[in-house]
């Protein structure tokens, strides 16, 4: 079983915080979820992205922000829900994703941002391994809120170390 602090250095979460985590939550689908508010670097209106040929299905292209090309991520497609068309309500999360050796700038793709909200770390469930529609490996944990679940988003799950070196390579281009 993983424990509570295990759970939340997943989805960076400093394991020394207090005993709230301050988190963005977002939908994909009828689901709700969420990343670390440290992670989140800005919030943007959806804009078309500039394709790049033979990437993964996941990989949008790139979005400039501020003269830099960040690589933008579907992140539907990346954890295995259907692709749908962007609507006025979709947006894109840059993140900063800490590696082992170095931090990562990626755009996700998401069908809405909902809040900021703020969950009690000891509310945190490990992930559940049965029941799901997507890859349980992705879950950090999960929140229980009266109106279903908060899942708690391990980003450095679904973008393995093959993953970060193919964007990295994408960005030096």
Do not use: C, H, K
Not at 10 to 16: A, K, L, N, S, V
Not at 27 to 50: C, H, N, Q, T
Not at 68 to 87: E, H, K, N, S, W
């Amino acid at each position: 079983m993983t424990g509570a602090a295990d759970i939340r250095a997943g989805i960076g979460i400093d394991t020394g915080s207090g005993s709230d985590i301050q988190a963005v939550t977002f939908g994909l689908g009828d689901e709700v979820f969420a990343v670390s508010v440290a992670m989140v670097r800005e919030i943007l209106d959806y804009a078309p992205v500039f394709r790049v040929p033979q990437g993964p299905e996941w990989l949008l292209g790139l979005t400039e922000l501020r003269g830099a090309g960040i690589p933008t991520i579907d992140l539907r497609t990346r954890m295995g829900l259907p692709r749908v068309d962007p609507t006025v309500s979709t947006r894109i999360l840059i993140v900063d994703l800490p590696l082992a050796d170095r931090t990562v700038s990626l755009g996700l793709v998401v069908d809405r941002v909902l809040n900021v909200s703020a969950f009690s770390a000891d509310r945190i469930e490990p992930a559940p391994d049965i029941g799901m529609r997507w890859g349980s490996e992705y879950i950090g944990g999960v929140v229980r809120q009266d109106d279903g679940f908060v899942i708690l988003v391990d980003m450095a799950a679904i973008f393995s170390t093959e993953a970060s070196e193919m964007m990295s390579d994408l960005r030096a281009a």
